[in-house]
């Protein structure tokens, strides 16, 4: 398993980091990782749009999703039946959050290798972003813009449920309302604390891929909000 993540992914990632510092980047680590991050994303972007329009959709058909489980509550089978088939019709997967999670994780990982072997065996004379940032060590500013992107796109994200009428606040839609409130809170402090802690060459690539995601989410939601449900 290590030598195929070392193959498939390593290696190409720390020698297109290579050659965009020498050849695209005017030897500025900061501006290298920047591309490398908007190259990164433009070839997972497909993974990337599909799961953020699944979870905005996911948000839209919440009362529909609470009427069929109300409907159906003592037939699970029925249920999940009539679930399969709206999901079906909005041509989302419910489990796409999930399958960008377990992409996402092995490039993070993988990047926090080339960025750590990079900087500790001089493989770019130049550590900083712009002259100003030392990449190699922990940046609270960046971490917090991170985290504060992360924020954004998650409200964004919430941003196209229905809004909840009063006297509902027992219901099922309202429930799941309030655990994705939390956790556009939670993930950015999680996001806050590992960053604070990690080489700030994470924090920037976090940081551009984050902005992608903001992007991303504001043309998703105008497209959402303009189909009829």
């Known amino acids: 398993m290590f030598s195929f993540f070392h193959t498939i992914l390593y290696e190409p990632i720390l020698s297109s980091l290579v050659f965009i510092y020498n050849n695209l ?25 599909k799961s953020a329009k699944d979870q905005a959709l996911m948000q839209r058909i919440q ?36 399958l960008l999670l377990v992409i996402q994780l092995p490039v993070f990982i993988v990047l926090f290798q080339v960025f750590s072997k990079g900087l500790s065996v001089d493989l770019f004379d130049n550590h900083t972003l712009f002259g100003l940032i030392n990449l190699g060590n922990p940046h ?37 309302a309030s655990t994705g409130k939390m956790m556009v809170i939670a993930g950015p402090l999680l996001t806050l604390l590992v960053l604070a802690r990690l080489p700030a060459a994470l924090g920037l690539y976090w940081t551009i891929s984050n902005l992608f995601s903001v992007i991303q989410q504001i043309h998703i939601n105008k497209k959402i909000h303009q189909s009829p449900f």
């Open 25 to 49: 980047s005017f030897n500025d680590l900061g501006l290298a990782i920047t591309i490398l991050t908007i190259a990164i994303r433009v070839v997972l972007f497909p993974f990337f749009y």
């Open 63 to 98: 009362p529909r999703i609470k009427e069929i489980q109300v409907n159906n509550k003592t037939n699970k089978e029925q249920q999940a039946k009539e679930l399969m088939a709206l999901y079906k019709e909005h041509k989302l997967n419910p489990f796409s959050g999930l």
């Open 140 to 176: 609270i500013v960046i971490a917090l813009i991170a985290a504060g992107l992360q924020w954004i796109q998650g409200k964004l994200t919430l941003a196209v449920a229905p809004k909840q009428e009063t006297g509902d606040k027992g219901s099922f839609a309202s429930s799941l």
